[in-house]
């Protein structure tokens, strides 16, 4: 079993998800982005695995990281505002065509005809395959850190159990496995060959409007979901829970390590409209960022001093 | 006529020398009455160079079949049908995961094992490499399991990458997990060892040997006489080529020892060893072609500098050391410069290659019947990243690998998914290696 690591450490959520197949994904991949560019940070989303979904979904869920991502380094020199997360992974290149709201969302352009929304990936080769994705990131963390949040196709995650070395690998990162029952019904041979702890996130009756992200003018969630009707929260308190357990509106229901979780009370609502809508703090620059700039800045004056 | 089948093992011997042949016709029904399956043996080989490769100038905008080669890759433009370019392979085990700083020391400890090695400048800890995993196997059939040959002059001990030993950067062949194998570095020194050293000759013999600055061929004359007689004209021609290579390296060793005396290259050189980069490449080359032509190793490692060499290359005008120039941070003169190193790697490697491809063999070439990566640790140089490491492979394995084209795998695909491709195609079998997560697909000839 592993230990959960010291309390200051935010958790560390791998997203496996079908953004493509259902539009409440989206708010689940918005709202573990918010916890990750918050500060303090609640949590820390490092990778996201798709599927049922298509290049469509991958080339959104890129784009939203890197929109999150340059919020969040807003303050640092251009240079260093590039992203360095790992690529989205994706199951299935022929997936059926069933992401025309997150097509249209990244496809949005500026005044000057310029893409709103970097990404970087244009074909199946620029996504990874999802199970050499997750055990990869599971690699860089800490015993225990982790919690995979799983809404969708368990296919991702049986291919890591079965990888050499997978199933000893969740043992010793994955604090828990959670599960949004309302996109994963068939949850239960994976949870009864799942070696760690496993929460099943009950289909909720919640229901949520997209919110309005008013800090931001242009964001790709708001775009995706702009005709949306009402979405589903079970996906959106699978990743809630990853990072608040404690919550109180949430219910336990049973003992030992499969809990069964009742995310119905209302004032949830009010908590993913909350994370949902909160702007990205601004990261501070690191001191060894600072100093090496400031270096950096000395070296150029010296070299430009020296040019006859 | 009948022809009588020589055994391959057959050497030319003389005086304390022995000479081992490369392969003759004449060899042909003995080969394939040999434990070899399917008789010519394949080759496995990886030559490595440091601190990453410009990928603006690697990579080409297009995949699938070869068109035009960017710059640094274009001195293989000759060869680029027999040539494999592989992209998007990743080195999850060379990232920093929980160490922190030292990704030259994680590189290239991973290159070829798979494995995260442990953080430590007195204690280390990786696996065993690929290469060392074939060598086991292709040592029953060959007098050296395999090769390891390098360039650069490097410590195997102390710290060399922010905590990680200096037997991470300066190895790539691992015999086991606390078991680097140094790169033989001397010409000299790999001479004697493929062709025997003169230690147990008499006193009277060694001297008369200095006095008359005998070649080792010499002593095996008497022998080359009785051979050449044995043998149909394709392999008389055959085994001149084959002795004039090996003259011609004893008299490049010999003047080498002497230009070193005169030239003084402003900064230290090892003793022994070619001062000029280019001539040491093609000195080591032309003895690992000997080698591989009389079947007296089918693996090789060749770490050209080690990972995260600052040498500088005089010879092509750049005095400053390479490390330093691949973390520009974006300067197009220090990109410029890095791209000149690259390129002058791949042209020295590009020289060698033409040799191999000159050089028959059943069913081919030594270079249709090899693959030899060559390729770095690092992505990109300056960002240290692991990712889509610059790879190519030449040779086609014995016809089982369809080259001239760029394939492009998904990304986080593992190097060690190549390993494993390449293992089964020397005939040693893996379920696993380090992080592999199957096959490389689209390899095979279809």
């Given at each position: 079993m592993p230990t959960e690591p010291e309390k200051k450490d935010p958790v560390v959520v791998i997203l496996d998800c079908e953004i493509g197949h259902t539009l409440d994904n989206v708010l689940t991949l918005a709202l573990l982005h918010s916890l990750t560019t918050s500060e303090p940070r609640q949590a820390e989303l490092s990778a996201v695995a798709l599927t049922r979904s298509n290049l469509d979904a991958a080339r959104f869920a890129d784009a939203l990281a890197r929109f999150y991502a340059k919020q969040y380094l807003r303050d640092f020199p251009p240079i260093f505002q590039r992203y360095r997360g790992l690529s989205v992974g994706l199951d299935d290149e022929n997936a059926p065509e069933n992401s025309p709201a997150l097509a249209a969302a990244i496809a949005h352009k500026d005044a000057e005809d310029q893409p709103l929304f970097d990404h970087d990936v244009h074909e199946f080769t620029d996504t990874a395959d999802p199970v050499a994705l997750i055990r990869n990131a599971l690699t860089a963390e800490k015993d225990g850190a982790c919690v995979i949040v799983l809404a969708g196709a368990t296919s991702n995650l049986q291919g890591l159990l079965k990888l050499n070395g997978g199933r000893q690998l969740i043992e010793q990162k994955v604090r828990r496995l959670i599960i949004s029952e309302h996109h994963t019904p068939d949850a239960g041979p994976l949870i009864a060959d799942w070696p760690t702890p496993t929460a099943l996130i009950e289909a909720s009756s919640l229901h949520i409007d997209p919110?309005?992200?008013?800090?931001?003018?242009?964001h790709p969630a708001a775009h995706a979901l702009a005709d949306s009707k009402p979405l589903n929260t079970t996906s959106l308190a699978a990743a809630l829970y990853a990072a608040e357990p404690g919550h109180y509106a949430f219910e336990k229901e049973g003992e030992g390590p499969n809990e069964l979780i009742l995310a119905n009370n209302e004032p949830l609502l009010t908590t993913y409209t909350k994370l949902l809508t909160q702007q990205p703090a601004a990261r501070k620059l690191p001191d060894s960022l600072k100093r090496f700039l400031e270096k950096e800045e000395a070296k150029d004056k010296k070299r430009q001093n020296a040019t006859p | 006529m009948t022809r009588k089948a020589l055994s391959r093992r057959t050497m030319l011997r003389g005086l304390g020398a022995a000479i081992a042949l490369p392969t003759f016709d004449a060899m042909a029904p003995a080969l394939r009455s040999s434990t070899i399956p399917g008789g010519q043996p394949v080759r496995m080989g990886f030559v490595y160079v440091p601190n990453g490769i410009n990928k603006e100038h690697w990579t080409p905008a297009y995949k699938g079949e070869f068109r035009d080669l960017p710059r640094v890759i274009q001195p293989l433009e000759p060869f680029k049908q027999q040539m494999t370019m592989l992209s998007n392979?990743?080195?999850?085990?060379?990232?920093a995961w929980l160490d922190g700083a030292g990704d030259h020391g994680r590189c290239s400890a991973a290159y070829l094992t798979g494995a995260h090695p442990l953080k430590s400048s007195d204690e280390i800890l990786n696996n065993v490499s690929c290469d060392q995993l074939v060598a086991r196997e292709m040592g029953k059939h060959t007098r050296f399991p395999s090769l390891e040959i390098g360039i650069e002059d490097a410590r195997q001990a102390g710290n060399c990458d922010s905590g990680y030993s200096c037997a991470y950067t300066n190895n790539l062949a691992w015999r086991s997990e606390t078991q680097p194998m140094p790169p033989v570095l001397n010409p000299r020194e790999l001479f004697e060892r493929l062709f025997g050293k003169d230690a147990h000759l008499t006193p009277e013999q060694r001297e008369q040997r200095l006095r008359f600055r005998k070649s080792i061929l010499d002593f095996v004359a008497e022998d080359t006489r009785q051979l050449r007689g044995d043998l149909g004209p394709t392999d008389q021609r055959k085994l001149d080529e084959y002795l004039s290579s090996i003259r011609e390296i004893e008299r490049q060793i010999q003047r080498a020892e002497e230009d070193n005396e005169q030239i003084d290259p402003g900064l230290n050189k090892p003793y022994g060893v070619p001062a000029d980069f280019a001539e040491h490449f093609r000195l080591m080359t032309d003895m690992l072609t000997v080698a591989l032509q009389a079947d007296l190793s089918r693996v090789f490692t060749f770490l050209v500098t080690r990972e995260g060499s600052s040498r500088p290359y005089r010879e092509i005008d750049i005095p400053d050391g390479h490390h330093p120039l691949t973390h520009h941070r974006g300067q197009p003169d220090w990109i410029e410069k890095v791209t000149q190193i690259n390129r002058y790697h791949v042209d020295q490697f590009a020289k060698w290659v033409e040799k191999l491809s000159k050089i028959e063999e059943p069913g081919g070439t030594l270079l249709d019947n090899s693959m030899i990566v060559y390729g770095a640790g690092l992505g990109d140089g300056n960002k240290h990243t692991h990712e889509d490491l610059p790879t190519v492979v030449l040779g086609s394995g014995r016809g089982t690998i369809k080259p001239g084209r760029r394939i492009v795998y998904r990304r986080e695909t593992p190097v060690t998914n190549l390993y494993l491709s390449m293992m089964d195609r020397m005939g040693v079998h893996h379920e696993h290696f380090g992080d592999s997560t199957g096959r490389l697909s689209d390899l095979d000839v279809s």
């Open positions: 919110p309005s992200f008013l800090w931001a003018e242009n | 392979l990743t080195s999850n085990s060379g990232r």
